[in-house]
């Protein structure tokens, strides 16, 4: 940098901090204060996020701003870079007239120049060490060639890209040769949009060597080659049409993912970013959206590709789609990887069918609009015409939140599935019912109307799903109809919500959103969201108090704002003692049922070893159902179900367990014997009892008390002068 006369600068850094002073201050207009002193926080001039661009007023970092949507992070003078679009030549030109600024020289790879003599923003005493020009490298270094010919047969086939592909990144100046520590390498430019200098370059090993860009604590090269450079912000790999004349634009992370596409869809813009550090170039990309109609995100197939995919629908706006792995594709599987194995066909598909990704950008720390400050006093409130409604009498409440909780296969899933279709059949579906506006559900809870039910839940995959609902609906048209009162959502073709929580603004929002659409489309009020389990759900450990239940009154939150009813399904601890994690679980909930597994006797009829048909006792597998806790009605008492074959739930009264079962069947069988099927005292049946079982008298009547409160034999108390005495007899 040089100066007239009239100027005197100790260095370059007391000329940038003169610029600095002179430019405009950012205009504070509609922007609010923040926490931190000094810090306010508005709309975002580059992206248009809101309450997301926080600038500084004051101290070391005054003039310093920063958005939390795109990643736009930099001084006075590089928001008013990137506002105007003028490079800092024109900003002093404008500003600081007196002084004529030079960019900084560089040193070619095999050449030298002089180093500046006072670098900028560096101490006299740590000079920067000057960078090798990427353009100069790509000229002189890099060998052009015609054709891809038998060069680049091994790569070509090794990835599975067609020779014309090839030929043409190679025509297009995009694609050259570079021959460095014995290693015959593609080397790929990277260059502004739509066109410029070379900015970056990658390189990838013919043989097909792996090689990472990234060096930690140094710069930024191939190490195996020990060249090439990290793809930074506003510098992208690009093929296909100009992404000026093209109506679509496909974005990849990697080199390959996009030649691949190109392979699919050659008359489209395909545009690599070259990293999954995408959020500062995401938003290079906002002038050119006005001009597409669709931008097709093409992740990996991981936790990055998700988070590309929202992260551009956030920068970029509702323009984009997003590709949606199959279920069965391996993790990290990229396009690519669907080429080499002659899959290009679904690549196309996969493309084609690309639906546009469904997230709203939310504030990270307050609302955009102030919250409005309403009350009621008591009295309003009595006034109010308010009916409590259930969705099943006495079972649930609308409204209320309510956990099912059970250890692992005792059928909480299948508990929950069995409700929802039972609370899901029309009214007509009842004709001949006592209860003619709606049905009955476990013998005892009356459903007053039909309602609807979303499940958003991680354990059953839509093949277990279609195996579980086909199974309970059977042949019967009333439950197949019923069906399409269920819902949940479609993720990659398939129901299962994986790898979200309700914490995350994007995934709240989504269940919001989701919800809404169901509605709009169908017509139909989405009654019930059960999520199942809970602990999917939760980003900190179930027994931390504060946290679990902060991220329980966020699905509160999601219920209010959409007017539904959250039904939770948890986990019991191994033992069946309770509830897994913290009380957090029980107080935010108004309503807990319990599931408990226990076992009940069944008869069956059996030969023994002589061939004479005997009955026996056998061992099933029941559910009792305690209401372990109820706020707004009355408990219900236990009941026990037993799972029929076609999953359905029943209820049952064989609670006994089968060797108490064994024990009732042979005192009453005992009982049978006496004249009448009568015993005139407990003495008399102890000792009948006794001489066919062969156990203590203590046993016997033990054995004669459960027999009694299990229904096996009845007992009648009769006064014997003054004396109460107990008689027996065979039920009726």
């Known amino acids: 940098m040089t100066y007239d006369n009239n100027t005197q600068f100790a260095d370059e850094g007391q000329a940038f901090q003169e610029l600095k002073r002179r430019l405009p ?15 306010y926080k508005g709309p975002c001039p580059f992206c248009g996020g809101n309450d997301r661009f926080f600038i500084q007023t004051q101290g070391s970092l005054e003039g310093h701003g920063t958005c939390r949507k795109c990643g736009f992070s930099g001084d006075k ?26 960019a900084p020289a560089h040193t070619p790879i095999n050449g030298s120049s002089p180093q500046p003599t006072t670098p900028r923003h560096t101490r006299q005493d740590k000079p920067l060490l000057p960078q090798p020009s990427c353009m100069d490298e790509w000229n002189n270094q890099c060998l052009s060639i015609k054709s891809a010919g038998d060069v680049l047969k091994p790569f070509i086939d090794r990835r599975g890209f067609s020779e014309d592909i090839i030929n ?19 080397a790929y430019s990277f260059s502004p949009l739509p066109g410029g200098d ?51 634009a496909i974005i990849t992370e990697s080199v390959n993912n996009a030649i691949t596409a190109h392979e699919c869809f050659p008359d489209v813009s395909c545009i690599a970013l070259g990293g999954s550090t995408f959020t500062g170039k995401l938003s290079e990309l906002l002038p050119y959206m006005e001009a597409l109609e669709k931008v097709i995100v093409c992740g990996d197939n991981d936790s990055a590709g998700d ?20 279920t069965d594709t391996p993790q990290e599987y990229d396009l690519n990887d669907l080429l080499q194995t002659g899959q290009k066909g679904k690549i196309i598909d996969l493309i084609q069918t690309a639906p546009p990704v469904h997230v709203v950008d939310l504030p990270d720390e307050t609302p955009v609009q102030p919250m409005i400050v309403k009350y009621y006093d008591m009295g309003t409130v009595c006034r109010k015409k308010i009916t409590i409604e259930y969705i099943v009498e006495d079972f ?56 609807t039910s979303l499940f958003v839940q991680s354990e059953n995959n839509i093949g277990q799903v279609n195996f579980r609902f086909n199974k309970m609906a059977g042949n019967c048209p009333v439950c197949k109809r019923a069906l399409k009162n269920i819902y949940m959502p479609n993720i990659m073709d398939d129901v299962l919500t994986s790898g979200k929580t309700f914490e995350d603004p994007v995934f709240y929002q989504y269940i919001i959103d989701l919800i809404h659409k169901i509605e709009d489309k169908t017509g139909k009020k989405i009654d019930i969201l059960c999520v199942d389990p809970i602990i999917s759900f939760l980003s900190c450990d179930e027994n931390h108090s504060v946290d679990v239940r902060r991220q329980l009154d966020v699905l509160s939150k999601i ?70 806790k109820s706020n707004n009605f009355r408990e219900f008492e236990d009941f026990t179900l037993k799972m029929n074959q076609d999953l359905t739930f029943s209820v049952t009264n064989a609670v006994v367990s089968p060797e108490k079962a064994r024990q009732g069947g042979m005192v009453a ?64």
């Open 559 to 628: 219920a209010i704002s959409t007017k539904v009813t959250p039904v939770v399904i948890h986990h019991a601890k191994k033992d069946d003692s309770g509830y897994r994690g913290t009380s957090a679980f029980r107080d935010w909930c108004r309503s807990h049922i319990e599931l408990k597994r226990t076992w009940g006797a069944s008869e069956r009829l059996t030969e023994n070893e002589t061939g004479q048909v005997v009955k026996r006792q056998a061992s099933i597998p029941l559910i009792k159902v305690h209401h372990e």
């Open 77 to 102: 003078i590089d928001i008013y870079k990137k506002k105007t679009g003028k490079n800092l030549r024109e900003l002093f030109q404008e500003y600081m007239p007196e002084c004529q600024y030079q």
């Open 168 to 186: 043409g990144l190679i025509a297009s100046g995009r694609l050259k040769i570079r021959t460095k520590n014995g290693k015959q390498s593609v």
């Open 307 to 326: 988070k590309m995919a929202i992260k551009a629908r956030q920068i970029l706006g509702e323009k984009v789609h997003s590709i949606r792995w199959p």
């Open 198 to 248: 070379v900015g970056t370059i990658q390189y990838q090993t013919i043989d097909g060597e792996a090689y990472p860009f990234t060096v930690k604590n140094g710069d930024p090269v191939n190490k195996i080659l020990g060249t090439g450079h990290k793809a930074g912000g506003g510098v992208f790999f690009s093929c296909g049409p100009d992404i000026k004349s093209t109506k679509t």
């Open 669 to 732: 069988e005992v009982l049978s014997s006496f004249p009448g099927q009568t015993a005139d005292s407990t003495k008399q049946l102890t000792k009948a009892y006794i001489d066919r079982a062969g156990v203590s008298s203590t046993s016997a009547r033990r054995h004669i008390v459960e027999a009694v409160k299990h229904g096996y034999i009845n007992q009648e108390t009769v006064l014997l002068g003054s004396m109460p005495s107990n008689t027996y007899k065979l039920p009726k």
């Open 396 to 451: 649930l409440e609308e409204y209320s939140t309510n956990i099912i909780s059970g250890a692992g296969g005792t059928g909480k899933s299948n508990f929950s599935m069995n409700v929802a279709l039972e609370i899901a059949k029309e009214p007509a579906m009842y004709q001949g019912n006592e209860f003619e506006q709606g049905g009955v559900l476990f013998d005892q809870f009356i459903i007053p109307k039909p309602r």
């Open 25 to 39: 201050n950012y205009d504070l207009s509609n922007m609010k204060r923040a926490t931190t002193a000094g810090e």
